[in-house]
């Protein structure tokens, strides 16, 4: 109740300013007890109303899906294209400001926090951004085969404590790689969090407010508050706990 219905972050974000983040986050929930239930095409059709919501929740698929069935990724995948047939007429526009989004939030650029404060030091190379958001890929892509490729524990308490926990690592590295300006963005963690209640994913939805002080999105001063204890308690959650193990932690 702490983490998710009374956190301050989600009460501001969702009942004070209303953002469709709820929707996704609650879809997302769905998400996560059809997979915890092995109802993988469940699972899929939950996410894919979540996706469509807010595009950030795909990062949980890998927590979701496991090697070989065919009916979470099946499912997912049709209902957002059915979601986006609806208004096919619109031909490529239906994608609204997608395309330009990556553009003006400066993604791989002066956008991203790591960008920002490797820029205090010195001049960075043309090619920075490009070299970041190839290596952000690749090491999330390398935690999705990981998370994909162990098996859940057959108790179901365990296996909705496995999956929560391997959301709230791929929601967290996301955050991690992204940086991202708006602390609603960060809610994302709060559901997996209940049954995952790492000092990384807490620290990060309690010191969001912070990024308000920041609204030009310009200063690295608020941004260090916020990310560099996160990527800190990250890294202490690794070394402790590492990701394969069954008892990994965050």
Same mark, same amino acid.
């Given at each position: 109740v702490l983490i998710?219905?009374?956190?301050?972050?989600? $009460?501001?974000?969702?009942?004070?300013?209303?953002?469709?983040? &709820?929707?996704?986050?609650?879809? %997302?929930?769905?998400?996560?007890?059809?997979?915890?239930?092995?109802?993988?095409?469940?699972?899929?059709?939950a996410l894919a109303? &979540?996706?469509?919501?807010?595009? =950030? !929740?795909?990062a949980l698929f890998p927590a979701l899906w496991r090697r070989w069935d065919a009916r979470t990724p099946l499912a997912c995948a049709g209902v957002i294209a059915v979601g986006y047939a609806c208004y096919s007429g619109a031909g490529w526009r239906v994608l609204g400001y997608l395309p330009g989004y990556a553009s003006e939030e400066g993604l791989g650029g002066g956008g991203v926090f790591l960008l920002r404060l490797a820029a205090q030091l010195g001049p960075l190379p043309h090619w920075a951004g490009v070299a970041y958001a190839?290596?952000? /890929?690749?090491?999330? /892509? &390398?935690l999705a085969l990981a998370v994909s490729r162990h098996p859940l524990p057959a108790g179901p308490a365990q296996r909705a404590a496995r999956i929560c926990r391997d959301a709230?690592?791929?929601?967290?590295?996301?955050?991690? $790689?992204? %940086?991202?300006?708006?602390?609603?963005?960060?809610?994302a963690l709060a559901l997996p969090a209940v049954l995952a209640p790492r000092p990384a994913a807490?620290?990060?939805? /309690?010191?969001? !407010?912070?990024?308000? =002080?920041?609204?030009?999105?310009?200063? $690295?001063?608020? !941004?260090s508050l916020v990310f560099l204890p996160f990527v800190m308690l990250l890294a202490l959650g690794l070394v402790r706990r590492p990701l394969p193990s069954s008892q990994g932690g965050l």
């Open positions: 998710l219905a009374w956190n301050p972050l989600v $009460v501001w974000e969702f009942a004070g300013a209303g953002h469709i983040d &709820a929707a996704a986050l609650g879809l %997302s929930g769905l998400a996560l007890v059809a997979a915890a239930r092995r109802y993988p095409a469940a699972a899929g059709l109303g &979540a996706v469509l919501c807010k595009l =950030l !929740p795909a190839g290596l952000g /890929l690749a090491g999330l /892509l &390398a709230l690592w791929l929601g967290a590295a996301t955050m991690a $790689v992204l %940086s991202p300006h708006y602390p609603w963005y960060l809610t807490l620290w990060l939805m /309690l010191s969001a !407010p912070v990024l308000y =002080l920041d609204p030009d999105h310009d200063r $690295v001063l608020w !941004p």
